[in-house]
DNA sequence: AACCCGGAAGCCTC
DNA sequence: TGAGGCTTCCGGGT
C-alpha cells in the first residue's frame, strides 16, 4: 500500500507540476495560513521558526516536557538534531520531536511538487485539532461532499482560498487517502464528539457499530486499491461516506492502522521500510488487495517503523469505566474523558485512536473479521511496543510510571490495581476483599510484557506466573470464576513474608515446584500460608489492617511500598505528568520512600529502558522482525542442543508408540521431550535454522514424531 | 474458544 | 555461581 502510495504520489505529481505554480513552494494564499514560514525549507528557518514549530508541536502533540528555550536555534541546528539529541533535550517528548521533524521534513519535500494549502495536517496525518486550526489559522479540512470537478489538481492553482482549491489539494497528500476512503473520519466540528457520543452508545448501537465498522472495512479494503493512490477515487468516498453515514454518528471509523501509514510521507515510508523475509512488495497487495493481505502486511510494516520511524504522539491509556463489560472502546472513551491524563492529547486521540484498524473494541476478534485463519500470532503482531509504551491494536498505553521499576508480577498487578487509568484492563472487584478482576487479559499480559521486556508475553504465560504465587499465598484464584483474583495478603505483608523466608523457603519457586515440598514445614512458611480470610474476622494479619483503611491511606502506603511517589507531588501516579516523573530521578524516590520495602526494586536506570531503536536480544525480543515477537529464545540452539539424545529418543519412541491410540498425552514421555519437540512446533513462523539439526526435521515433522513412532529410532 | 491448572525446564537478572 | 522470579511450553481440564 506504501509503495503504492509513493507510486501515486508519483505519478500525481508529474501530472500535476504542468498544471500547478511550478516555483513549488506554495502559494501566496497558502503561505498566508502558515505559522511563520514553516512551509519553508527547513534549512531556512529562523530561530523565530524553529520556536514556532516546537511551539506547534507542543501544541498538536501535547508535549509536555519541551522547553522553548532549549531550541534555540535555527532551522539548519535543528536539522542536525539527532534523536538521541532531541531526547536530551526532552526525554518524554524528544523522539516524538524528532518524529515530528523528520515527517514535516518529508512532508515538504512531497509538497514541494503539490501545492497544499492544507497545511500543517500534523505529522502524522491528521488534521490539527481545531483549536490548533483556529490559532494557526489553518483552513478546514475538505469535505468529500464536493463534486469531483473541484478536485481536479488543476483547481488547485486556480481557485482561490477555498474549500475547493484546499480540497483539490489534498486529494493529493497522503491524508487524503485517510479523510475520503474513510469518510467517517472527517472531523466534525470538535473531534470530542466522537467521544460523547461514543460514550453513550447503549449496548445495541455498540452492536450495530461493529456490525457497521466490519461493513466499513470491507467496503474501504474493497476500495483500496483506488485510496491508496493520491488521486482516490472520490466517488467510491462518497458511496463509502454515504455508507457508513449513520455508524458514523456514533463510531467512528473502525479501521487503518494505514491511516498513519498512508499519512506519512511516502519518502518516509519508503525509506523507512526495510526489506524483511515478510515483507511482500507493496504492488502485489493492490493486486490482490484482501483485506487479510492488507491488513497483516501493514501491521508488518508497522513494526519495521517501529524500529526506524519515530513514534507517534504519546498516549496514555486508562479507562477508567470499571465495568467487566468494559470493553476497550470505552476505556479508549474513559481515557479520552480521563482528566488526568498526563498529556493533553485527548483530542487527538479522539480521532486516532478510533482509526486503528485492530481498534481494540474488537480485541482479539477484530484479526477474526478480518481474517478467519489469523494466526495466534498475529495477535502479537499488531501489539506493537515503543520503549515505554504499548500500540495494542491501536490503544496506546503506557507503561505506569509508577511501575518502572517494578520487576515483580504481583508488584505490576498491584501497581495497576491502585491505578485507575487502567481500570479497563485490570480492576479492583471488591477492594476489601482484595479481589480484583482481569478484564482485557491480553491487554495486561501486553503492559507485563513491555515492562519485563518479554514482548511475546500472553495472558497464558502471565497467568502462570500468577498460578506460582498460589503456593506461597500471594494470589489465589476465585473458584470457577473466570480471571477473577485475590490478592491474599498486603503487599508489605508479602514482602515481609518473603524477606523472612529468605532465599531457603517458599520463594524459591524451584522448591515449591516441588510436590514434596510442604509449606508448613516452617514457621515462616506456615506464616507464608495463613490464608487471609477477609470474611473473617480473626484474621489477625496486617491484611486485615491493610484493607480496613480507607482508600487513599492505601494508596499512599502503596505508593510508599512501590517507590512512586514523587517528591514534589503527593498526588497518585495516574495524575502525576509522567514527564514529571521523568524528570526526578528515581533515585531519589527511593530516597524519599521506604527503603526496605523497595529492595526489590532496582533504581531507575534510563539506559535499562528499552529504546524503541534498540531492542537487543537481552530485550528479548527484537521488534525488528515480526518473528522475533515470538520469543527472543534462541530456538535454534535450543532445538540443537536439546535435540533427542539417544535415551530421549528411546523414551520418546517408547512412549509415542502408545501414542496412537489416544489422543491424550501419555506421561511416559518425558515431559522435557514432549515440550521441546511441540517447542519447535509452536514456532512455525520463526525463521529456525532447523537445517542445523542433524536430523533436519521440519517442524512438522518433529510433531508428527512425537505421534508417530520415528521408525528409524525404533 | 477462552480460561485454568501445574509440571518441567530454560532464561535473565542480581 | 546460585537464587529468585519468572517465561515458555506442555497436556489436560472446565
Known amino acids: 500500500m506504501l509503495m503504492v502510495a509513493h507510486t501515486g504520489n508519483s505519478t500525481m505529481t508529474t501530472t500535476t507540476s504542468t498544471t500547478l505554480p511550478t516555483n513549488n513552494y506554495l502559494s501566496s494564499t497558502v503561505k498566508m495560513n502558515l505559522p511563520q514560514n514553516l512551509l519553508h525549507p527547513i534549512d531556512f528557518w529562523s530561530k523565530h521558526d524553529v520556536q514556532k514549530w516546537i511551539e506547534y508541536c507542543i501544541d498538536e502533540y501535547s508535549l509536555g516536557d519541551v522547553n522553548l528555550s532549549d531550541f534555540e536555534m535555527n532551522g539548519k541546528a535543528l536539522l542536525l538534531l539527532n534523536e538521541d539529541n532531541f531526547k536530551q533535550r526532552s526525554p518524554r517528548s524528544g523522539d516524538i520531536l524528532h518524529k515530528a521533524l523528520q515527517q514535516h521534513k518529508a512532508m515538504l519535500k512531497s509538497w514541494q511538487c503539490q501545492a497544499f494549502p492544507y497545511q ?225 492529547i485527548r483530542s487527538q486521540l479522539s480521532t486516532r485512536m478510533k482509526h486503528q484498524p485492530n481498534d481494540v473494541t474488537n480485541t482479539g476478534e477484530n484479526n477474526h473479521d478480518l481474517d478467519g485463519n489469523s494466526l495466534a500470532n498475529d495477535n502479537t503482531r499488531q501489539i506493537r511496543y515503543f520503549h515505554d509504551r504499548i500500540d495494542f491494536r491501536g490503544d496506546i498505553l503506557m507503561k505506569p510510571p509508577a511501575a518502572k521499576n517494578c520487576r515483580i508480577l504481583w508488584e505490576f498487578l498491584y501497581i495497576l490495581l491502585e491505578d485507575s487509568h487502567y481500570e479497563s484492563i485490570i480492576h479492583w472487584e471488591n477492594r476489601e476483599k482484595m479481589i480484583f478482576r482481569i478484564i482485557q487479559a491480553d491487554k495486561l499480559a501486553a503492559l507485563w510484557g513491555l515492562q519485563k521486556n518479554r514482548l511475546s508475553m500472553t495472558y497464558e504465560k502471565l497467568s502462570r506466573g500468577m498460578r506460582y504465587y498460589y503456593s506461597n499465598n500471594i494470589i489465589s484464584k476465585e473458584q470457577s470464576k473466570r480471571l477473577l483474583y485475590r490478592f491474599m495478603r498486603s503487599p508489605d505483608e508479602i514482602r515481609k513474608s518473603m ?149 530421549q529418543s528411546l523414551s520418546s519412541s517408547t512412549s509415542t508408540s502408545s501414542y496412537s491410540t489416544s489422543t491424550k498425552r501419555k506421561q511416559a514421555v518425558p515431559l522435557s521431550l514432549t515440550a521441546r519437540l511441540s517447542h519447535q512446533h509452536h514456532h512455525l513462523d520463526q525463521p529456525l535454522n532447523l537445517a542445523a539439526n542433524k536430523d533436519e526435521h521440519t517442524i512438522g515433522d518433529c510433531k508428527k514424531q512425537k505421534v508417530i513412532s520415528p521408525p528409524s529410532i525404533a
Open 120 to 344: 500543517l495536517w500534523n505529522s502524522f496525518g491528521f488534521p490539527p485539532s481545531p483549536s490548533t486550526a483556529r490559532r494557526y489559522n489553518i483552513p478546514p479540512p475538505p469535505h468529500p461532499s464536493l463534486s469531483i470537478s473541484s478536485f481536479h489538481p488543476t483547481a488547485a492553482g486556480v481557485l482561490p482560498h477555498s474549500a475547493a482549491a484546499a480540497a483539490a489539494a489534498a486529494c493529493m497528500h497522503p491524508a487524503f487517502n485517510y479523510i475520503f476512503s474513510r469518510p467517517e473520519t472527517i472531523p466534525k466540528s470538535p473531534l470530542m464528539n466522537h467521544q460523547t457520543n461514543y460514550f453513550h452508545l447503549n449496548q445495541q448501537q455498540q452492536q450495530q457499530q461493529q456490525q457497521q465498522s466490519t461493513r466499513n472495512r470491507e467496503i474501504s479494503a474493497s476500495s483500496s486499491s483506488s485510496t491508496s493512490s493520491y488521486c482516490p477515487d472520490v466517488t467510491s468516498a462518497k458511496i463509502s461516506h454515504k455508507l457508513h453515514e449513520k455508524s458514523d454518528a456514533i463510531h467512528p471509523v473502525n479501521e487503518s492502522m494505514g491511516i498513519k501509514r498512508e499519512a506519512l510521507s511516502p519518502s518516509i515510508q519508503q525509506s523507512n521500510r526495510q526489506p524483511t523475509p515478510n515483507s511482500s512488495p507493496r504492488t502485489t497487495r493492490i493486486i490482490s488487495p484482501s483485506i487479510k493481505q492488507e491488513n497483516i502486511d501493514d501491521e508488518d510494516v508497522d513494526i519495521e517503523q517501529h524500529e526506524t520511524v519515530p513514534t507517534p504522539p504519546i498516549t496514555s491509556s486508562s479507562p477508567s469505566s470499571s465495568s467487566p463489560q468494559s470493553s476497550s472502546g470505552l476505556s479508549k472513551l474513559n481515557i479520552l474523558n480521563n482528566q488526568t491524563i498526563p498529556f493533553k
Open 499 to 647: 524477606k523472612r523466608t529468605g532465599s531457603t523457603t517458599n520463594m524459591v519457586y524451584s522448591n515449591l515446584n516441588k510436590k514434596s515440598y510442604q509449606p508448613t514445614t516452617s514457621p515462616d512458611a506456615q506464616e507464608t500460608n495463613l490464608k487471609y480470610n477477609p470474611n473473617n474476622d480473626d484474621n489477625s494479619s496486617s491484611s486485615t489492617h491493610f484493607t480496613n483503611q480507607s482508600s487513599t491511606p492505601i494508596h499512599h502506603q502503596l505508593l510508599q511500598l512501590f517507590s512512586i511517589y514523587s517528591p514534589s507531588t503527593t498526588s497518585m501516579v495516574p495524575n502525576l505528568n509522567p514527564n514529571t516523573a521523568l524528570l526526578y530521578s528515581p533515585r531519589n524516590v527511593n530516597n524519599n520512600s521506604i527503603s526496605s520495602s523497595s529492595s526489590n526494586i532496582p533504581s531507575f536506570d534510563t539506559k535499562s529502558l528499552p529504546l524503541l531503536t534498540t531492542i537487543s536480544k537481552s530485550d528479548r525480543s527484537n521488534s525488528s522482525s515480526p518473528d522475533s515477537f515470538d520469543s527472543g529464545r534462541d530456538r535454534t540452539s535450543d532445538s540443537e542442543k536439546q535435540h533427542c539424545s539417544p535415551s
